[in-house]
């Protein structure tokens, strides 16, 4: 259970960790970056890196500047203020700090794939839209964490459980809203407007308005729906409607269309929230350890086993509304625009929530077309 720190901290150990963290966090993104840009497919290996060493590594350095008393030791510099507002200061500090140490991460991979993908994206461009996104991040994670703070210490673990629970059902539901205060969006003109109500007609893709984001710089080309089942909100990137027709837009859109309808999405931020609590109860002492330990790992494993079935279950989804070729040569242009080799595994990754692209591929595309 989270609790304020009722004494503060000196300021001298955690500035100390933050920037040793933030110069070892340098180190490891340069060796990575570099590591990767030799590597084959490396815009794929840029996403693993990012997933399986900078984040992990975030997650770590968070854990050492909260334990040293980051934000509180930042908080203490402060005025006298009523204490709910500072457990939001603390948050955010810590938070913050945090993010101080993704950038350290992040920045020397800029360059890496900037040419990898042969983009023209500049470091400046890259960290200030980096930022923003993790000040953002850092807010509202500090707002949502907060109440959890005021749960007294004797108190049923149940109510732990229906605060985690809550703060899930706001970051599943509440995207449409949150996403534009971390990102630059924009309403499409009238008619692009029109083009993306035919391609989401096209796509049998039901929303109720659209965002564009802005990646001219990064050139990435995506798309995401989010948002509770009557106020559905589709955000596309500027460069996915400049760089794809309407016959292959269609089709990735029905991919969106049919990860709704197979709950994707929701079984992924299940599956986090309900090991979450079990991997918590353990390490905590709630209940009985090796047990609870065991159902964490047990429900991460099934979540993103049934993850990875619904995204097959979606693209089969987007097959009745398209056709097996388009929507085969759909992702295949996906992937040359990203210069993404479409990867194959023979068995699948059981820690992986995602299907490798070319299985994928070759899992739609009618055997006539090899």
């Given at each position: 259970?989270?609790?304020?720190?009722?004494?503060?901290?000196?300021?001298?150990?955690?500035?100390?960790?933050?920037?040793?963290?933030?110069?070892?966090?340098?180190?490891?993104?340069?060796?990575?970056?570099?590591?990767?840009?030799?590597?084959?497919?490396?815009?794929?290996?840029?996403?693993?890196?990012?997933?399986?060493?900078?984040?992990?590594?975030?997650?770590?350095?968070?854990?050492?500047?909260?334990?040293?008393?980051?934000?509180?030791?930042?908080?203490?510099?402060?005025?006298?203020?009523?204490q709910f507002l500072g457990r939001l200061l603390v948050n955010f500090s810590s938070f913050l700090a945090t993010g101080v140490v993704w950038l350290a991460l992040y920045a020397p991979t800029i360059r890496g794939v900037r040419?990898?993908?042969?983009?023209?994206?500049?470091?400046?461009?890259?960290?200030?839209?980096?930022?923003?996104?993790?000040?953002?991040?850092?807010?509202?994670?500090?707002?949502?964490?907060?109440?959890?703070?005021?749960?007294?210490?004797?108190?049923?673990?149940?109510?732990?459980?229906?605060?985690?629970?809550?703060?899930?059902?706001?970051?599943?539901?509440?995207?449409?809203?949150?996403?534009?205060?971390?990102?630059?969006?924009?309403?499409?003109?009238?008619?692009?407007?029109?083009?993306?109500?035919?391609?989401?007609?096209?796509?049998?893709?039901?929303?109720?308005?659209?965002?564009?984001?802005?990646?001219?710089?990064?050139?990435?080309?995506?798309?995401?729906?989010?948002?509770?089942?009557?106020?559905?909100?589709?955000?596309?990137?500027?460069?996915?409607?400049?760089?794809?027709?309407?016959?292959?837009?269609?089709?990735?859109?029905?991919?969106?269309?049919?990860?709704?309808?197979?709950?994707?999405?929701?079984?992924?931020?299940?599956?986090?929230?309900?090991?979450?609590?079990?991997l918590i109860a353990s390490l905590t002492g709630v209940g009985p350890r090796w047990p609870l330990l065991g159902l964490s790992i047990g429900v991460v494993l099934i979540g993103f086993w049934l993850s990875r079935?619904?995204?097959?279950?979606?693209?089969?989804?987007?097959?009745?509304?398209?056709?097996?070729?388009?929507?085969?040569?759909?992702?295949?242009?996906?992937?040359?625009?990203?210069?993404?080799?479409?990867?194959?595994?023979?068995?699948?990754?059981?820690?992986?929530?995602?299907?490798?692209?070319?299985?994928?591929?070759?899992?739609?595309?009618?055997?006539?077309?090899?």
């Amino acid at each position: 259970m989270l609790v304020l720190q009722t004494t503060s901290p000196s300021l001298g150990p955690p500035v100390a960790a933050l920037v040793a963290l933030v110069l070892v966090g340098g180190l490891v993104g340069a060796v990575g970056s570099a590591v990767v840009r030799r590597l084959p497919n490396p815009v794929g290996k840029y996403r693993l890196l990012y997933g399986a060493v900078l984040f992990p590594f975030t997650l770590l350095s968070y854990g050492i500047l909260a334990f040293l008393g980051v934000g509180a030791a930042i908080v203490a510099l402060l005025p006298a203020m009523p204490q709910f507002l500072g457990r939001l200061l603390v948050n955010f500090s810590s938070f913050l700090a945090t993010g101080v140490v993704w950038l350290a991460l992040y920045a020397p991979t800029i360059r890496g794939v900037r040419d990898v993908r042969d983009v023209e994206l500049s470091l400046s461009a890259a960290l200030w839209k980096m930022s923003r996104y993790v000040i953002g991040l850092s807010a509202i994670l500090a707002v949502v964490i907060a109440p959890l703070q005021v749960i007294p210490p004797g108190a049923s673990p149940l109510v732990l459980v229906v605060g985690l629970a809550a703060i899930a059902v706001i970051f599943l539901y509440a995207s449409p809203w949150l996403i534009p205060l971390l990102r630059s969006t924009r309403e499409p003109t009238d008619d692009v407007a029109d083009r993306i109500t035919m391609l989401c007609s096209r796509a049998g893709l039901d929303v109720r308005n659209s965002r564009i984001l802005d990646t001219d710089d990064e050139e990435t080309a995506n798309s995401l729906v989010r948002g509770p089942p009557n106020y559905r909100r589709l955000f596309l990137t500027s460069t996915f409607l400049d760089v794809f027709d309407d016959e292959t837009a269609a089709a990735l859109l029905a991919i969106e269309a049919g990860r709704l309808e197979t709950h994707v999405f929701e079984i992924r931020v299940s599956t986090v929230v309900v090991g979450g609590i079990a991997l918590i109860a353990s390490l905590t002492g709630v209940g009985p350890r090796w047990p609870l330990l065991g159902l964490s790992i047990g429900v991460v494993l099934i979540g993103f086993w049934l993850s990875r079935r619904q995204i097959r279950a979606a693209d089969e989804y987007a097959v009745e509304q398209v056709d097996t070729a388009t929507l085969a040569d759909a992702l295949t242009r996906y992937a040359d625009f990203h210069a993404i080799e479409p990867t194959r595994r023979r068995v699948p990754n059981p820690l992986s929530a995602n299907v490798s692209l070319g299985d994928r591929i070759d899992h739609i595309r009618p055997p006539t077309d090899e």
